[in-house]
């Protein structure tokens, strides 16, 4: 059985099993905020693809970079704890995972300016821009693609 936290808070066992209201979701997402947890596996795997990604990328293994952070983005739903985001005790980590997000985002971006791709990067970075007005990166591969 798995907890997911990326998008709404959802409770899985090979099919998605209802749980109720907000009180039972919020119930389900608080073993699944613990670091050290394996509860929340679409977290640990966002997790570990984005880990993944800037290895090859500092070898300049291009391809494998993209692969990896196409991996982790694909676990993506949504923002984590959707309808508990904007909750006192949701916030730092949500914050926490929307940061890793962006610089996935920027990773990829980053490795298909590179690759002579920076067109197909375009609307991304625009996102990322929108979202993060304070994030340099984005600007700067923006502005090379």
């Not at 709404?8 to 905020?33: D, F, K, T």
């Not at 006192?88 to 962006?102: D, K, M, N, P, Y």
């Not at 821009?129 to 994030?135: A, D, N, S």
């Amino acid at each position: 059985m798995e907890i997911r936290v990326l998008g709404s808070v959802e409770l899985w066992n090979g099919e998605q099993i209802s749980v109720g209201g907000p009180r039972q979701r919020r119930i389900l997402a608080a073993p699944a905020m613990d670091a050290g947890s394996v509860v929340s596996l679409d977290a640990r795997r966002f997790e570990d693809a984005c880990a993944g990604a800037s290895r090859p990328q500092e070898r300049g293994d291009l391809e494998g970079s993209l692969a990896h952070v196409d991996e982790a983005l694909a676990h993506w739903a949504g923002r984590p704890y959707a309808e508990f985001a904007d909750e006192h005790w949701a916030q730092a980590e949500v914050a926490r995972l929307e940061a890793l997000r962006a610089v996935a985002l920027e990773l990829r971006a980053d490795a298909m300016v590179r690759l002579g791709r920076g067109v197909d990067a375009l609307p991304a970075l625009e996102s990322l821009i929108e979202e993060h007005p304070l994030r340099e990166r984005p600007r700067a591969l923006y502005m090379h693609r």
